[in-house]
């Protein structure tokens, strides 16, 4: 399926599942405030989730002078992209990563690790510049805070609840409208999994972005097999460094998961398995030879 056929789905998801919770708890006129709760919130990550992103994640900008090279490449791969050039920031991490945030392309900034620049050689780098960037041409950082902030409104609405169901509110509303022990079950089905298929949906929304990011950025530095090259040697790198500080709300941000864990399910991780992310790249690259 088309990725933003399939993102589009996604985000549908989250607005009717926000509307039958907003529905479950305060029937139409509850449904309304939420909504523009979700309105309000949207606005505040629209405006501010870059600057938050960066100061949750311990990023600093650096100027050329201190990082000429990098701000030669990001500006390089920035004109081959045709967008503007974004801020650059470092973070200080032994864990190779990086990850680029902004509301549009005009206000986006790239942020690195100092691991990342350990490890990876200049073409690797540029790969995984090409694939930060490929994120703010697809606009995926405007989507991916849409359906955290959605996300996130349901689940507030799901808390809502709980405590309304606990006044007895739901139970009130429920006999008033003749519905009874039905209404009160569904009520606790929607309090108890709301939340959760919120969050698998937020999640299949970043897996969805990373897949288009990876396309786009080989597509921006013409070598898919660079981007993947990078991607392998990245999972090797991060086994052995110390583990990064962040703050989760940032991960899914990042290039790879730096949260994620042996144990981790799939099923609950902000990023596709690398593996797959590498066969995709290789099967790219053999297209653009045509081999198949």
């Keep these: 399926m088309d990725k933003t056929i399939k993102t589009t789905l996604l985000l549908a998801s989250l607005t009717v599942l926000f509307v039958l919770v907003g529905r479950a708890i305060g029937g139409t006129g509850g449904m309304m405030i939420a909504l523009f709760l979700a309105i309000a919130m949207n ?25 000429p090279e990098l701000h030669r490449m990001v500006e390089d791969i920035a004109r081959a992209a045709r967008l503007p050039k974004p ?12 990850f680029a945030t902004g509301r549009d392309p005009q206000h986006a900034a790239v942020a690195v690790t100092t691991g990342i620049l350990r490890v990876l050689d200049y073409d690797e780098l540029r790969g995984v510049l090409a694939h930060e960037l490929g994120h703010v041409k697809n606009r995926d950082i405007l989507v991916s805070s849409i359906a955290a902030t959605i996300a996130g409104a349901v689940t507030m609405l799901a808390n809502m609840a709980q405590w309304a169901l606990i006044f007895g509110g739901f139970g009130r509303r429920s006999d008033e409208e003749g519905g009874g022990i039905a209404d009160l079950l569904g009520s606790l089905l929607m309090i108890i999994l709301a939340p959760i298929a919120a969050m698998l949906i937020q999640l ?35 086994q052995a460094a110390p583990p990064m500080e962040v703050n989760p709300a940032t991960a899914h941000l990042f290039l790879v998961n730096p949260l994620r864990g042996q144990t981790m399910a799939r099923l609950f991780s902000t990023h596709p398995p690398i593996a797959e992310r590498v066969r995709r790249l290789e099967e790219m690259a053999q297209r653009r030879m045509g081999l198949r």
């Design 204 to 238: 299949a929304v970043s897996r969805a972005r990373e897949y288009g990011a990876d396309a786009t950025g080989a597509e921006i530095i013409h070598n898919p097999l660079v981007l993947a090259r990078a991607l392998e040697k990245i999972e090797r790198a991060a």
């Design 87 to 98: 801020r650059v920031h470092l973070i200080e991490s032994w864990q190779p990563n990086a």
């Design 43 to 67: 606005f505040g990550a629209y405006w501010f989730s870059d600057r938050m992103a960066l100061a949750m994640s311990g990023a600093r900008e650096v100027s050329e002078e201190d990082a």
